[in-house]
């Protein structure tokens, strides 16, 4: 059913023997220990959330359901690329949460959604925005909804003989369903954020009220570290006192080596080599397409270049050759070439055009849409308008609404036959094109002058490595591995190779990029393996060219950061408390001036500026993130000294010099309106996020995935 569409779119989305000892020794190591190399798990849950475990079979079923509506939705019977499939799971994992974490829970508070209110949103006085955009229930004429073309589809939908229009159908009911559902409950909670009018009132004035400060500072960077000394007994103690400044999320720390798999020499010798044997050959073939295809890494592209999209020195070469000349093999871009001289010819850089296209398919076979081309060539030969059949006919609606005017487009844009009848054709003919999507009615409205381009076929192999070159890195990577296994082999062995040491800091357990690694998943799932312990040295990690060794160097779980992670910054803040405790004590002793300016003139340090301060500014003019200075601000009474305020770059006194009020009375109405969307507007995030604390979510897809 050709209807189908836009309603899918809606629900879907060995080692080699030559390795030496100190190999088997780290792989019966590891094999004694492990039982495999990536050791084995006895969970079976992806997730547990509020104390229920869910097991990875349910978050697998829900990835089958979303993957078989994916299918349907694109028309692919293939399973997803990679890329695809990590979307597939992501879309799982936030349904299930919020299943879990909300939806779940919001019958037994009398949340539901009802058939009858299903139907409302379907066909009835409330339909749901996303029905109202599907363009299958627009009518033609006048573009407007038509419940009846709702109710036609889902009295037909079962006569689809595949069944897919009712899965599709009953996926994208389930889809509504769902939104609706937490659709009310987010609106219950929003109505339950009421603003009073104090509120609404200090909102506004906490905006609109502006303050100009003359302030005293002593810069923390004023004293050296160096100068300050931070004992043990101080970093635990504020430690024990600020442990809730260090809740984080779990992470892993890893150092590693890179072992590129480069071709060697001889390695590009031999393809030269084999390369100068396909030469001779492609030098007499006939069929050139069917040889390209056959011997090169590239696909056959019957393409012209001009002279300036060729690499210096070839581009003088090709076009001072005659048809049929060989050239290579020779290096560009990472390819071995062979290039041989086709023909030339005068062809325009660029060419403007309009088209119909009629497509064969669920409305029409290949031989109808051929005859109603040619119909449509006749008309326009007659005198019909191009633009006006073009709105009317083409199944290509992007360009229609535009006449099918497809505007500029240069050579290699567009598909090869429609490119060949579009550059061959003379301003102002009507010619037809059959590509893969039907018959174009092409209509050449402008051309750019024409210049001389040069047919050039290309056999290209890419420089790659043999398999003896890989295999003799393969057994040095996994001798490094086997005899460097503690932390002091390992560094010792990279300053001895010279080697380059990367770091990836911070990873977190579904991170899925290390850089300079492409699909690094499995390094990130053994750092997180039960069985990986800190200083742990891995086994090889092998990619599409190069092979992987890391170091575990660091573990932090979820909760409060262990003292010793943290004592670098610990001591960093201590030290800043013992500076801020002397600027503060220096204040105190220079408190009987009885000014701003005969404060800081007792200090020797000078008075400054800050003006057109509100309690909603971000930063201190001059001076960044200052919160504490900033609150003070609004809260002293004009002229008086305050007392010495601790902030982020140093100890201040300040003293308001003007304080500014709005002249303009305070709308209540309006305040309370904007605080209000303002709290509203993130309710929706703020309340998952409340629940999700609740329920205690623990992840465990980096496990299986």
């Known amino acids: 059913m050709a209807t189908l569409q836009t309603i899918r779119n809606r629900a879907g989305l060995l080692v080699s023997i030559a390795i030496g000892v100190s190999l088997l020794a780290f792989i019966m190591s590891d094999l004694i220990t492990n039982n495999n190399f990536f050791g084995s798990s006895q969970k079976t849950d992806v997730a547990e959330i ?5 097991p990875v079979t349910v978050f697998e079923e829900r990835v089958t359901e979303l993957t078989e509506n994916y299918k349907r939705n694109t028309g692919k019977e293939t399973t997803p690329d990679e890329e695809t499939m990590q979307s597939i799971r992501d879309q799982a994992w936030e349904e299930i949460v919020t299943d879990y974490v909300v939806a779940n829970n919001l019958q037994d508070d ?5 058939n009858n209110e299903l139907q409302d949103m379907v066909v009835g006085n409330n339909i749901d925005p996303q029905i109202l955009q599907i363009p299958i229930f627009k009518d033609k004429a006048t573009g407007q909804f038509d419940p009846n073309l709702v109710k036609q589809f889902i009295a037909n939908m079962d006569k689809d003989p595949t069944g897919a229009a009712r899965l599709s159908w009953v996926a994208f009911e389930k889809q509504l369903q769902h939104s609706r559902l937490l659709s009310k409950y987010y609106t219950l909670v929003k109505k339950g954020m009421y603003v009073t009018k104090a509120e609404s009132n200090k909102y506004a004035e906490d905006g609109t009220n502006m303050y100009d400060i003359r302030y005293a500072l002593k810069k923390y960077s004023d004293i050296g570290d160096s100068t300050i000394t931070v004992k043990d007994d101080e970093i635990e103690k504020y430690y024990n006192e600020h ?7 779990q992470s892993r720390d890893i150092e590693y080596v890179v072992f590129d798999v480069m071709p060697s020499p001889s390695d590009i010798e031999s393809i030269k080599t084999k390369l100068n044997i396909i030469k001779a050959e492609f030098d007499t073939t006939t069929d050139i397409a069917e040889f390209v295809n056959h011997n090169s890494d590239t696909p056959y592209s019957e393409q012209f270049f001009s002279k300036s999209s060729i690499t210096p020195p070839y581009d003088s070469l090709f076009f001072a050759a005659k048809p049929g000349i060989v050239f290579g093999p020779y290096i560009e871009n990472g390819l071995y070439r062979i290039a041989k001289i086709m023909s030339f010819k005068s062809l325009s850089d660029s060419v403007a055009a309009s088209h119909i296209l009629i497509a064969p398919g669920e409305k ?3 031989e109808q849409a051929k005859l109603i081309s040619d119909s449509l060539k006749l008309v326009i030969a007659q005198g019909g308008d191009f633009a006006t059949l073009a709105m009317q006919y083409s199944d290509d609606k992007g360009s229609a609404t535009q006449g099918g005017d497809l505007k500029w487009f240069k050579l290699g844009m567009m598909v090869k036959p429609f490119e ?3 550059f061959d054709a003379k301003k102002g003919d009507v010619v037809i094109a059959e590509t893969q999507f039907g018959y174009h009615i092409i209509k050449v409205t402008d051309k750019s002058e024409a210049s001389n381009k040069a047919e050039i076929a290309y ?23 086997g005899v460097n296994s503690t932390k002091d082999k390992f560094d010792a062995a990279i300053t001895k190779e010279g080697m380059n040491k990367r770091i990836a800091n911070n990873i977190r ?4 990029n290390i850089a300079g690694l492409e699909s690094p998943r499995e390094i990130i799932r053994w750092a997180y393996k039960e069985e990986t312990k800190k200083g742990e040295i891995s086994q090889p990690f092998e990619f599409t060219d190069k092979f992987v060794v890391a170091y575990l160097s660091e573990i932090r779980l979820k909760g409060i950061a262990e003292k010793e992670q943290i004592k670098d910054q610990l001591t960093s803040l201590v030290r800043k408390d013992k500076k801020a405790e002397k600027f503060i004590s220096e204040f105190k002793t220079a408190s009987s001036a009885g000014s701003i300016d005969a404060l800081a003139q007792k200090l020797n ?3 400054q500026d800050a003006t057109s301060i509100n309690f909603n500014s971000f930063s201190l003019p001059g001076m960044g993130i200052e919160p504490n200075v900033i609150a003070a601000s609004t809260c002293y009474e004009k002229g008086k000294l305050s007392p010495p305020l601790k902030g982020n770059n140093g100890v201040f006194v300040i003293t308001v010099s003007n304080k500014t009020k709005s002249p303009q009375p305070i709308d209540n109405k309006t305040s309370k309106m904007q605080l209000s969307n303002e709290i509203q507007s993130r309710v929706d995030y703020q309340a998952f996020e409340a629940l999700k604390k609740i329920a205690d979510l623990k992840d465990y897809r980096y496990l299986w995935y």
């Open 509 to 512: 357990p579904n991170d899925r």
């Open 110 to 114: 009398g949340i539901v959604v009802e």
């Open 50 to 54: 509020a104390g229920e475990g869910i």
């Open 420 to 422: 060949k009848a579009a």
């Open 459 to 481: 056999i290209d192999w890419k420089i790659e490595p043999s398999s003896e070159t890989y295999q003799g890195v393969k057994t040095k990577v996994y001798q490094f591995a």
């Open 605 to 607: 340090i000078t008075a």
């Open 364 to 366: 029409r076979t290949k």
């Open 243 to 249: 442990k809730y400044l260090f809740e984080q999320e």
